[in-house]
């Protein structure tokens, strides 16, 4: 366990010269097969996006395994930290597409962790302010089912904001209330 630490440490800086990250990216992958601590999964898919980032390789995969353990990760941890390093990539890059919104999307309706959701919806709120996914939402690339299922998700997470929204305005009125 100490010597994959140490690997670790020393892949996040692999990223100068292409075959070098394609390597490391290799090794990461397989150490993160063979693992199944949260913390190590984590630091490990850390790892991963720092190498797409910085070496602008393996982008779209990278955003695939992520969705994955964002998704069916092991444990919270594992998929508030994925849906991290998703956050990271939506600011740098454009490699997500209307099946990965809809992905947060089903994972802000269905998901019971409240910072799970949280962190989803920050993903979307930057996918969506970048523009191009709602082009591609609407665009005629996009078959009619795949916007009806879009536009029903984007319902709910409306209606989930808005039940939330009223939870908090009646505890602050009650709030409010007792302190007069």
Known sequence: MAFRIKLI?????MHWEISLAHKSRNI????????SDGIMQSAIL?????????????????VELLMKYA????????RSNALVDLLNLAKKDSVFSVSHALRL????????????????????TV??????????LLSQRSDQDLCIEALHSIQNCEDMIH????????????FV???S
């Open 9 to 13: 440490r020393i892949l996040r800086h």
């Open 28 to 35: 990461c992958l397989q150490m993160l097969e063979q693992n």
């Open 46 to 62: 850390k790892i991963l996006t720092l190498l797409s980032c910085r070496a602008l390789v393996d982008r779209s995969d990278q």
């Open 71 to 78: 998704i069916n990760g092991s444990n919270e941890c594992v």
């Open 105 to 124: 999307l089903n994972l802000v309706v269905n998901m019971s962790e409240q910072i799970i959701k949280i962190k989803a919806l920050r993903i979307l």
């Open 127 to 136: 996918l969506i302010k970048r523009g191009r996914l709602l082009a591609d």
């Open 163 to 174: 039940d939330i929204t009223s939870e908090v305005s009646i505890m602050q009125l009650n």
């Open 177 to 179: 209330l007792n302190l």
